[in-house]
Structures are given as structure tokens and as C-alpha cells.
């Protein structure tokens, strides 16, 4: 307020003036008072509305603290807005700021199509650094059991580098939760869930599009990061907000019909997989900090169970429509085809 209160007082002070005026620190006067004026504009304009939302994810409630305009670009999120209705299972707040945490040491690193995450310890404390294309997005330090963050942003792919955070955040602070966020293309079929494994390329999502163009009733839930829970003694897929390159964010849950861990293949044959077989096969398809004992023992605990009591599958498989049906028809009646 001062600055314009300055700027009418200067005013006032060239009318009102009869002589010994000195042009030149008129002109000095003006451009000072007009830079404070800029100055002003871009503070407010930096000064933006923070805004808290919950979303629910997997029958968790998560917290994140940003501003408003960062909340309306979080479109995949939409499905999974909710109301608070208890303890959130972790709480993000996002700022901006320097974008180097201090006194990082890296532990781990993931890097694929561009994307990069860094874990470490900045402080003591576990931090992830989020890149693209080699220039950092932001970072956050987290608590030790992750319910609670700070992700700084630097300005470049503020809404990617929010997601990732979030992402990471709920596997580890909900790895001690029966929940695990699975690497997979799963669809749903005649009221169960049916999801594909395999490593990046296998043909994950091509397989999703066999059912969806073949089988009749087939639904995709999710093409990249389902979360699959344990839950009153069943075991759930849900739909999540992180669905890799399709845009598939739907607020589901289907009871679990089978897991099938695909390989290429030039013909296709579909066999049970069982013990320890299983469990890696699960294993693989899940991320997480295993060198921290509390997640480790949360994985393992949720894996196991997930192998013992779940049909799991392999099928070496071409891309084509006889795949997915004896895909299909064998997952569906537990028989398996000569």
C-alpha cells in the first residue's frame, strides 16, 4: 500500500511545486517508484492460495497440502476426492523452493523412459529425488514411517513430480498395511480382477487389449499401478490414480480372480504356478525399500499370503486372440488346457 500512497504523494508533489525542480531526479524518482510498483505486482502474484484435499485410495485416506491451482491439475486424481472421514495414512505438503537437499547420501536409483527417482537420507531422514530428463523436478524428506512429508518443487514438472511423490509415499507408508502397489495391467471379468505381470516390454498392456477386444464383459481397471489389499479375509484390486501411459483412473474394487506372469513367446501355453515359484513371481512385480526391516517385513508378510492363497499363473503367449482365451478360459475355471 505504501507504494502506490507513494506514487500519489509524488504526484501531488510535481503539481504542487513553483520551481527548483531537478528533472533528472524526477526521472531517477519515477523509474524507483515504478520498480517497487513491478515488484509488488509479482509478490502477489507469487502469493498463491494453499488449499488441503484428501483423496482415497485402496479404502486409504491420504492428505496433501499445495495450492489451489496445483489441485485443479491433479485430473487423475478426481475419482479418489474425499472427504476427511479419519486418520490420514500419510500427509504430503508441497512448497517450492531450493531444490538440492542438504546433506544427502543416495542409497538406490531408478531410471527408466526419462524418468528418474533418487532415494537417500538427507538429515537422517528418507528423502527421494524426483528428475526428468535430467533436471530435477523437486524432492521430498519424509518421516521415518513415511505418514508424513515435505516435497520441495523447483518449478519443472510440478504435476509429475507431485504424482511420483505420491506414489512413492503410499507404497512405503502403507507396505505394514496389507497393501501392495503392484507393477501390472489388470482388468476385471464377469465381477473379478484379473492382473498380468512381467517385466517392462513382456506385452503387459498389449494382453489387457486381447481381452478387452475379444473377451465380451472385459473392463480395464488399471494399466500400470494397481493396489491389490487384504481385507476382511479376501483379497481386493483397486483402481488407482497412477496408470502409466493410459489415462485409466477409476475408484474400483474387484475380489481377486488370478495373477498371470506373462512371457513371449512363439506359441501359447498357460501352466499354475506354486511355492516359491509363486511368491517371486508376485515378488518381482512389487517395489519397495526391502533393506528397511519394518517394510521388508510388511512386504513379505502380504506376498506370502498373496502366493499361498491366490491362483497364480504363467503363460508363454503370442499377441494374439488365442492367447487371451485360453488366458481367459483357464484363469476363469482354475482347469488347465492340454
Known amino acids: 500500500m505504501f507504494f502506490r500512497g507513494g506514487m500519489v504523494f509524488f504526484e501531488f508533489f510535481l503539481c504542487n511545486m513553483k520551481k527548483n525542480i531537478n528533472f533528472a531526479e524526477v526521472a531517477a524518482f519515477r523509474h524507483f517508484a515504478g520498480c517497487i510498483i513491478i515488484i509488488e505486482i509479482l509478490s502477489k502474484k507469487e502469493e498463491a492460495t494453499m488449499t488441503t484435499v484428501y483423496y482415497k485410495i485402496a479404502d486409504h485416506l491420504i492428505e496433501v497440502t499445495m495450492e489451489e491451482e496445483q489441485a485443479r491439475e491433479m485430473s487423475n486424481y478426481q475419482p479418489f476426492l474425499c472427504e476427511k472421514d479419519g486418520e490420514a495414512v500419510l500427509s504430503l505438503t508441497v512448497a517450492k523452493g531450493d531444490c538440492q537437499p542438504k546433506a544427502f547420501s543416495q542409497e538406490w536409483r531408478q531410471e527408466e523412459e526419462g524418468s528418474e527417482i533418487v ?167 512389487v517395489s519397495g525399500k526391502r533393506w528397511e526391516k519394518r517394510l521388508a517385513d510388511g512386504l513379505h508378510e502380504s506376498l506370502n499370503t498373496l502366493a499361498m492363497n491366490s491362483e497364480i499363473w504363467h503363460l508363454d503367449c503370442l499377441p494374439d486372440e488365442e492367447a487371451a482365451r485360453i488366458c481367459c478360459d483357464t484363469v476363469s475355471t482354475g482347469e488347465e488346457s492340454c
Open 119 to 285: 532415494c537417500g537420507l538427507s538429515g537422517g531422514l528418507p528423502t527421494f529425488i524426483f528428475r526428468w530428463n535430467g533436471k530435477t523436478g523437486g524432492y521430498v524428506v519424509c518421516n521415518k514411517d513415511y505418514s508424513e512429508g515435505r516435497l520441495t518443487l523447483s518449478g519443472y514438472s510440478e504435476k509429475a513430480t507431485i504424482d511420483n511423490t505420491l506414489m512413492v509415499m503410499y507404497a512405503m507408508a502403507t507396505a505394514d498395511k496389507h497393501t501392495l502397489l503392484f507393477h501390472s495391467s489388470t482388468v476385471s471379468h464377469n465381477g473379478k480382477a484379473y492382473m498380468f505381470l512381467g517385466v517392462s516390454g513382456t506385452g503387459k498392456s498389449t494382453h489387457s487389449k486381447l481381452w478387452l477386444k475379444h473377451i465380451a464383459g472385459t473392463i480395464l481397471i488399471n494399466d500400470d499401478n494397481p493396489v491389490v489389499r487384504e481385507k476382511d479375509g479376501k483379497t481386493f484390486v483397486y483402481g488407482s490414480p497412477w496408470s502409466g501411459k493410459t489415462p485409466c483412473y477409476k475408484q474400483v474394487r474387484y475380489e481377486l480372480g488370478g495373477i498371470v506372469d506373462l512371457s513371449q513367446a512363439p506359441y501359447n501355453k498357460i501352466r499354475r504356478m506354486k511355492g516359491i515359484e509363486a511368491y517371486l513371481a508376485v515378488s518381482a512385480s
